[in-house]
């Protein structure tokens, strides 16, 4: 029982408690900034949080009409997202320099890679300038060996019998395919055809996404406790090494006994990371560093070219003239680079799904690292995450006509002769009116994945950067171009391209929609590629 004479002095703890409290909450440079979708007073801003997660198109929306130009802010469970706008800001946090805002730091809070994975792939990105470098550069000589991969992969998961239809799962279906053809560029022969080390590549993401849950609500100090007892991901990577280490033993003793004159050295990321980094101990990470590449690249693509197949099926008027310019490409140049870059009907396909839907409502994120004060005059403290209203720039009748019109061909239709108009208007080309990848040197590849409960996490996810969206461009071209010259295919009964459902900051795809195929019987487009 409290004794009676020190209830007053109880009470008075509170109220100074109180009153101090509030004094932070009103002093905190974010309360200048204004909220949206709920507010901003203490412990009431975990009901807007709520609503967040059912109604965040909407929130972002009323944002961005709002305060356009400006900044918003919205709440999250654990912090403040401070939403930006306009193309003088989106410039401004472009041109920032590592030292006053970090795309890396703010993928480290949320993706927990120091914990799960290890201390080295979170501050050690060299995969990052090789992708940037190495692959892009390599394109014209690689990609004939994805359309190798693609001619065995594709009849494989999308199986068929003359003259019938068979109804596919198209995501799961787009997922296989990808990683087959992915890891034929990131580990070659035979590897890349290895069902287990494919089925870890797809199953890591799911087992990462599933740790970052996990730790993002547990206590700094237990994380890497809980990490080397919990880690789902860390069962993937051990097994991933047992396969892959054996591999590059065996390129690790060539490199040292041949060096430069190993003459039929692998062509592959496996290898140029292993070039990168010549110590045995950045030798056994490079087998978890393969483990993020797969990561980056597979379901990302899998979702963006599965769902755009699935509106095509949904609206079969378009197929045709897709088909068409497809097959006259193919016809004149073959399955190369250049004719990957001549199909303007598809690109724009591609480049307007991520317009009109995307796989997610911002990008461009970044964490503040030191106190900084935006063009407009916003005031934004270190440690504030920042992130750009893609989906408000993306639906602003004033940059798109018809905005919220899903218009194919848009794209391909302005694009001319001009080189400027051309670059402009291609799918992997960004700016301040098209964020999808993100902008600046930091472009990126948005990834999500619909089972994690972390909004934010998803938007700010993949540590590949912008070259990466050149190899996946090309790569889904080719895929669903052969898709098309070689299949006819149609929804089922019940159709599939709805308005999309967001959960948070993430768009929810029918992950078990299904499509009907059938093999064309006159085509002559098969990927036989020459050479190889």
């Not at 009849?155 to 068929?160: A, D, F, Q, V």
């Amino acid at each position: 029982m409290v004794d009676s004479a020190l209830v007053p002095d109880l009470w008075t703890g509170v109220a100074i408690f109180v009153v101090l409290y509030l004094a932070k909450w009103r002093l905190d440079p974010l309360y200048h900034i204004p909220t949206v979708g709920g507010t901003s007073l203490p412990l009431l801003s975990y009901i807007g949080a709520r609503k967040f997660v059912y109604q965040g198109k909407e929130i972002i929306q009323e944002g961005y009409r709002k305060h356009y130009g400006k900044a918003f802010k919205v709440p999250m469970m654990d912090h403040w997202m401070v939403f930006v706008s306009g193309p003088e800001v989106l410039d401004d946090i472009r041109r920032r320099s590592d030292e006053e805002v970090s795309l890396s730091e703010l993928i480290e809070d949320h993706m927990q890679l120091a914990h799960i994975i290890s201390r080295d792939a979170a501050e050690n990105r060299y995969h990052v300038d090789v992708i940037r470098e190495r692959l892009t550069r390599a394109l014209p000589v690689i990609l004939p060996h994805v359309v190798d991969e693609l001619r065995l992969a594709v009849p494989e998961y999308i199986p068929t019998i003359r003259g019938k239809w068979t109804e596919v799962k198209v995501l799961d279906a787009f997922q296989q395919i990808i990683a087959r053809a992915s890891s034929r560029v990131f580990v070659g022969q035979p590897l890349c055809r290895n069902e287990e080390y494919l089925a870890l590549a797809i199953r890591f993401t799911i087992d990462l996404g599933k740790d970052m849950k996990t730790l993002s609500w547990s206590p700094q100090f237990l994380k890497p406790y809980l990490s080397l007892c919990y880690s789902l991901a860390r069962r993937s990577l051990n097994r991933n090494k047992q396969i892959l280490l054996p591999v590059i033993d065996e390129r690790r003793v060539m490199m040292e006994k041949w060096g430069d004159d190993w003459t039929d050295k692998p062509n592959d990321v496996l290898q140029w990371y292993l070039e990168s980094q010549q110590t045995h101990d950045h030798y056994e990470e490079v087998a978890n560093r393969m483990m993020l590449t797969n990561f980056a690249a597979i379901d990302t693509s899998s979702m963006s070219g599965s769902l755009s197949l699935i509106w095509l099926a949904d609206h079969p008027e378009y197929i045709d003239p897709i088909r068409d310019e497809i097959e006259e490409i193919v016809a004149e140049q073959g399955w190369t680079k250049a004719a990957m870059g001549k199909m303007w009907k598809l690109d724009s396909l591609l480049k307007e799904f991520q317009r009109h839907q995307g796989l997610g409502l911002g990008s461009l994120a970044r964490k503040v690292k030191k106190d900084i004060t935006l063009r407009d005059g916003t005031v934004l403290p270190r440690g504030t995450a920042i992130l750009a209203t893609t989906y408000g720039i993306h639906h602003d009748g004033a940059k798109y006509e018809n905005p919220d019109v899903f218009d194919p061909f848009r794209f391909s239709r302005v694009r001319t002769d001009l080189e400027e108009e051309r670059v402009k208007n291609q799918l992997v080309n960004t700016s301040v009116d098209y964020l999808s990848f993100g902008h600046g040197k930091y472009a990126w590849y948005v990834h999500q994945q619909p089972s994690y409960s972390k909004t934010d996490i998803l938007i700010i996810l993949v540590q590949s950067c912008s070259p990466g969206r050149f190899f996946a461009a090309n790569e889904l071209k080719a895929l669903l171009a052969y898709i098309i010259l070689n299949y006819d295919f149609e929804a089922d009964d019940d159709g599939h391209a709805g308005p999309p459902k967001y959960n948070g900051l993430v768009a929810m795809p029918p992950v078990n929609a299904m499509v009907k195929f059938r093999k064309r019987e006159s085509t002559n487009h098969d990927l036989t590629v020459q050479g190889l």
